[in-house]
């Protein structure tokens, strides 16, 4: 009952955000060893968000050069966290940057999973194009890798800036055979603090119940199974002891 409480009280913020907010993906990858995170948006809302000048990106005459992308763009995902907290636990940690990729916002990828994350951030479908971009027509999608296991700590990411409009944060936590999305909505004025319990540390109660219940069903199902059995092995030796019993005459 609690989960759909709260599944409504997010559906109602989403449904009351300006229809300009600034959309965030953020996806999260929680290893054994080690934190993975995945950010993506319209480009230019990507950097306002972060409060980052767009002037890191390569240009020329307002274009995009891509042809600098081939040198490495982690200097370019370093600079968008440049001014963000992230912890975990209590932890402050410095997330390392991998990868940051441009778009065409006419093609988007999908980035809904890890692996989707990965390839985004992996691939470059507008390198090899003759076409000319500006930011405003592209899609950012960047990956950092922490040096540090989150499974059973809870995943803090703090902005500095305070956002000049709304924001919505699309959120897929993964980790720990756990896999769980979520919508969060942040007003004009305020500061994006994003907070990731633990996966460890949420019991699924529903998923509890029925698999109690089916645990429950199983073993009714064997009992009836094995009664069944022991009835006719039962009435089998009967009939085989009354058989073997010499005919009295009378």
Not at 85 to 110: N, R, Y
């Amino acid at each position: 009952m609690l989960k759909i409480a709260a599944a409504l009280a997010v559906q109602f913020v989403i449904l009351s955000a300006p229809a300009g907010a600034d959309q965030v993906s953020v996806v999260v990858s929680r290893a054994a060893t080690h934190t993975e995170i995945y950010i993506s948006a319209n480009a230019e809302a990507l950097f306002r968000v972060f409060d980052t000048d767009i002037r890191i990106i390569p240009s020329q005459d307002g274009f995009i050069d891509y042809a600098s992308f081939a040198a490495g763009t982690w200097g370019i995902g370093d600079a968008l966290l440049s001014d963000t907290l992230m912890t975990i636990g209590t932890a402050p940690v410095q997330p390392e940057a991998m990868s940051f990729m441009l778009h065409p916002s006419t093609d988007v990828l999908p980035f809904l999973t890890p692996l989707d994350a990965m390839i985004a951030i992996g691939v470059c479908n507008a390198l090899s194009s003759d076409v000319s971009y500006h930011l405003s027509e592209m899609t950012g999608y960047v990956g950092y890798y922490i040096d540090q296991a989150s499974q059973d700590a809870a995943l803090n990411l703090k902005l500095s800036a305070v956002l000049d409009r709304g924001l919505t944060l699309h959120v897929a936590d993964h980790g720990a055979g756990h896999h769980t999305e979520s919508e969060l909505y942040f007003a004009a004025g305020s500061v994006v603090n994003l907070v990731l319990d633990a996966p460890m540390a949420k019991v699924d109660f529903g998923y509890i119940a029925v698999s109690l219940a089916w645990s429950i069903l199983a073993g009714l199902q064997l009992s009836g199974l094995l009664y069944l059995l022991t009835s006719r092995w039962a009435d089998r030796s009967n009939s085989v002891i009354y058989s073997s019993l010499p005919l009295r005459s009378t």
